[in-house]
């Protein structure tokens, strides 16, 4: 029997590094993610689409360390995830980008929402195109099969078309394991 009813685990990330004036903001990137989730679970949930999220997983809910990565593992888990949205919301972390796509085995599709421009005086407080390049390297290094979307705004139309493709595809893929042929 085809179920055509979909659940995304939404991984916001960030790297945790030490912050430098002017560029990987922690308070920047987590409110990032939290926009972005946020505009995610009203914009594209309905009947056959759901998410699950990192709330609760720790203080910021932002995967950023090692043991951020097992709790969504074992979150996302528990809840049958269908698919893996990673989102990079600055400087990506790979290490636990590949922990959580190696161990929840599912279809795992990575995105940068595009950063802000400049301050007048320099400042830039994300780089998340860059993120991106480690992450999708380190996938590839342990063979673990991804889509992209092009780094856009998330309230983009990009977004949104390359975003019902992943879902349509996680839900053939859903359908498709298992399947017995006769």
Known sequence: MLHYDVKIGL???????????GIFNWEKAEERGHKVVSYIREHFSDSNVSFVDLQGINPVDVMYCDED??????????????AVL?????????????QVARGVGKPVCIWAPIDD??????TRYT????????VSRQLQRFHI????IETCAVDSDTFAASF????SVS???????GMRIA
């Open 11 to 21: 991984a916001p990330m960030r790297r945790d590094v030490t912050p430098r004036p």
């Open 69 to 82: 990565a097992q709790k969504v593992i074992e979150r996302f888990n528990a809840e049958k995830v269908d």
């Open 86 to 98: 990673i989102i990079n919301c600055n400087f990506g972390n790979e290490e636990i980008a590949a």
């Open 117 to 122: 421009s400049f301050l007048p005086d320099g």
């Open 127 to 134: 780089d998340s195109q860059c993120g991106i390049f480690g």
């Open 145 to 148: 099969p991804f889509s992209f």
């Open 164 to 167: 019902a493709r992943f879902v």
């Open 171 to 177: 839900c053939m893929v859903k359908n498709f394991r």
